[in-house]
């Protein structure tokens, strides 16, 4: 409890001074950018919010040294996420690093993860696949592609006040649940520690947008939550596969179906570009009309987020319910699927369900 505490606290103070030193580092430090298809702010805000959530984990890790039976883990998944945070923060503070140089170093963490934490996607009750994996190449390739895709998902999500952390927080509450049912301790603290972290952070950024999270917190959060999903699969047999698919199955989608868009729209998928679900929402549904003004002291970009906390905790409850159950799972997941494409062309084609729109 202690190691949670610390990391809220030391997340929660470091955000503040960030915020309060604004005018010290605003310069390079602030998304200068307000005209991007993705930008939904109009003051210059600091986007390195990932540096608190980092020093809440790390406290936590220090505070803890000479009592956790963890620690090694512990600290060891720190270093391993040194490459992805650390290019996620360049671009944050120079906004001139390519996708392409973001992924190959989360690449390179997520390598590091795979060798020094034994963390192996060994299955998914897939025939054929299966016996793919069992080949050690195959299981460390599908590995270093899934953590670096789930760490690049939270970067592409990450679009308004409260998104991806929360989407983080329910995550790894969900892990962390699951893990006590398992009776891993290890891993509830894990997705505990990042998840008071976050949270310390998220004070600050929702609903008011003090902070941002910016990549460098998006793929340290992603990043995270991937490699604690391998870890809880791999160490419980009778946990399915399908759970770590479907307790991440909004980021998955969102990347799936960004990449497919991009592709056949664009045809270049690392182009930035402004019909991401949780765009849609906020311009077909909450950025409209009359609800232009601020709704109870929210403005249309705070007002977004809590449709697709809502979304991913839907996603998250059955997988926690039948964790251990996998083609209940696979059912589960085929209708998540199923329903954020069709939420998606409904929305796109200006047919959004009447229970979508919130009341004037």
Known sequence: ??????????????????????????????????????KFHNNLVPRI?????????????????????????????????????????????????????RLFFTMIS?????????AHI????????????????????????????LANAYNIIDGFNGLASMVGIITLLSLAYVSYLNADPMLIYLSLVMASSILGFFIWNYPRGLIFLGDGGAYLIGFWIAVLSILLVSRHSNISPWFALLINAYPIMETLFTIYRRKIRQGNPG????????????????????????????????????????LSALAATPAIIYYDSTYLLMSFSLLFALTYLWLYRRIVCFKTPVWLHPPL
Not at 13 to 25: F, S, V, W
Not at 58 to 71: E, G, K, N, P
Not at 110 to 116: F, V
Not at 302 to 309: E, G, Q, V
Request: aromatic content about 10%; proline content about 4%; overall charge positive.
């Open 271 to 310: 182009l930035p570009d402004g019909i991401h679900f949780h765009t849609l929402i906020y311009r077909r549904i909450l950025n409209t009309g009359l609800l232009i003004k601020k709704v109870n002291g929210l403005s249309a970009n705070a007002r977004t987020s809590p449709y697709l906390w809502v």
């Open 1 to 38: 409890m202690i190691g949670l505490l610390t990391a809220f606290f030391s997340s929660f103070i470091a955000t503040l001074l960030i915020i309060r030193t604004q005018h010290l580092h605003g310069s390079f430090s602030s998304d200068s950018d307000l005209t991007g298809p993705q």
């Open 110 to 118: 997520a390598g590091l993860a795979s060798y020094y934490l034994n």
């Open 49 to 101: 919010g990932g540096i608190s959530i980092a020093i809440g984990i790390l406290t936590a890790t220090l505070f803890r040294i000479q009592s956790s039976a963890y620690i090694a883990i512990e600290t060891t998944l720190l270093i391993c996420i040194i490459p992805t945070f650390t290019i996620g923060l360049a671009e944050d503070l120079t906004k001139t690093i390519r996708v392409k140089t």
């Open 122 to 149: 060994t299955h998914l009750a897939i025939p054929g696949i299966d016996f793919l994996l069992s080949f050690p190449m195959v299981s460390i390739v599908l590995t270093i592609f899934a953590i670096t895709g």
